[in-house]
Nanobody
Framework: VQLAESGGGLVRPGGSLRLSCAAS????????MSWARQAPGKAHEWIAG????????WYGDSVRGRVTISRDNGKNTMYLQITKMAPEETAVYFC?????WGQGTQVTVSS
């Protein structure tokens, strides 16, 4: 299993970002996938998940209403769209499948 996140960077407060997770080494469409984040000095926080065929999604309370998770099984890629970002959401964002995690992509929310 290999997972590679991209799309992080600097975002202004109130701004939006779209993250990508490219997957390889397994039958991507057979597995539910998730996004999590880790802010400096804090534990990992699960924020969203999506069923293998994309037919069901789940969101954490802290992001519900501002986040959209999606996937393109033809491209073996999962996405996370985040809107109305706040400085406290500065974190490394990860995609994961069970115990397999990507290297993460840094998102910094600052003016």
């Amino acid at each position: 299993v290999q997972l590679a996140e991209s799309g992080g960077g600097l975002v202004r407060p109130g701004g939006s970002l779209r993250l990508s997770c490219a997957a390889s080494g397994f039958n991507f469409g057979d597995y539910a996938m998730s996004w999590a984040r880790q802010a400096p000095g804090k534990a990992h926080e699960w924020i969203a998940g999506i069923k293998g065929d994309g037919s069901d999604v789940w969101y954490g309370d802290s992001v519900r209403g501002r986040v959209t998770i999606s996937r393109d099984n033809g491209k073996n890629t999962m996405y996370l769209q985040i809107t109305k970002m706040a400085p406290e959401e500065t974190a490394v964002y990860f995609c994961f499948l069970g115990g397999s995690w990507g290297q993460g992509t840094q998102v910094t929310v600052s003016s």
